[in-house]
């Protein structure tokens, strides 16, 4: 006889979650998101792409080539509906791949077409900065050196004005120094 086993412990209860109705798609797949993301460790299927259908491709060897013969059995014709049909499909399939392929194509052109404005626009734009960078750079150079002209003017104009002051300081000086010392007296003999 088997021991008789320990009671189990009680399972641990999830919380109950609220019932939450999406009032739109963007609440739907945040609610799908949320969902996802409480357990991130649980791994997500993706499902892979499908593949397009394809028809299958026209037979190489028709072995029952259908005639318009008479005497043909009241089977034949559901045998050449079918086979029409078939027919019809893998024309308009061939069709909408044609179509698709001239939509990607003129995307393509699209896509290339608005590449080649941007960039010309861009190169435009460029040139414009480079050319007020290359006004400013120029003004800058200007101002520095009427700057450096004038600090130039200001001192050659102090030099001058400074060697006329010595010189009027010199002559104001002599004029002094021959009102102190006059070279005659007058009124003496």
């Known amino acids: 006889m088997a021991a008789p086993s320990a009671p189990r412990p009680p399972r641990p209860r999830k919380e109950p979650q ?29 499902p892979e792409k499908l593949n397009e259908w394809a028809p299958r491709p026209p037979p190489e060897f028709v072995r029952d080539v259908m005639g ?12 050449y509906r079918h086979l029409r049909r078939r027919e019809y499909q893998r024309q308009d399939f061939m069709d909408a791949m044609a179509e698709k392929q001239r939509l990607d194509e003129e995307f393509q052109k699209k896509l290339e ?10 190169a ?13 750079l120029q003004a800058k150079k200007n101002k520095l050196e009427q700057k450096k002209q004038e600090k130039e003017s200001d001192q050659s104009q102090e030099r001058v004005s400074s060697e006329d002051d010595e010189e009027d300081s010199k002559e104001e000086e002599e004029k002094e120094d021959d009102a102190e010392e006059p070279s005659f007296v007058m009124g003496r003999g």
Request: aromatic fraction near 2%; charge should be positive.
């Open 68 to 79: 318009s013969s008479a005497g043909a059995g009241s089977g034949e014709f559901h045998v």
């Open 113 to 122: 077409r608005n590449k080649m404005i941007a960039e010309e626009q861009t």
């Open 18 to 46: 609220p019932l939450v109705i999406p009032r739109n798609a963007a609440e739907e797949q945040r609610l799908r998101l949320e969902r996802l993301m409480r357990n991130p460790e649980k791994t997500v299927p993706i």
């Open 124 to 136: 435009k734009r460029r040139r414009k900065r480079q050319k007020l960078k290359e006004k400013k």
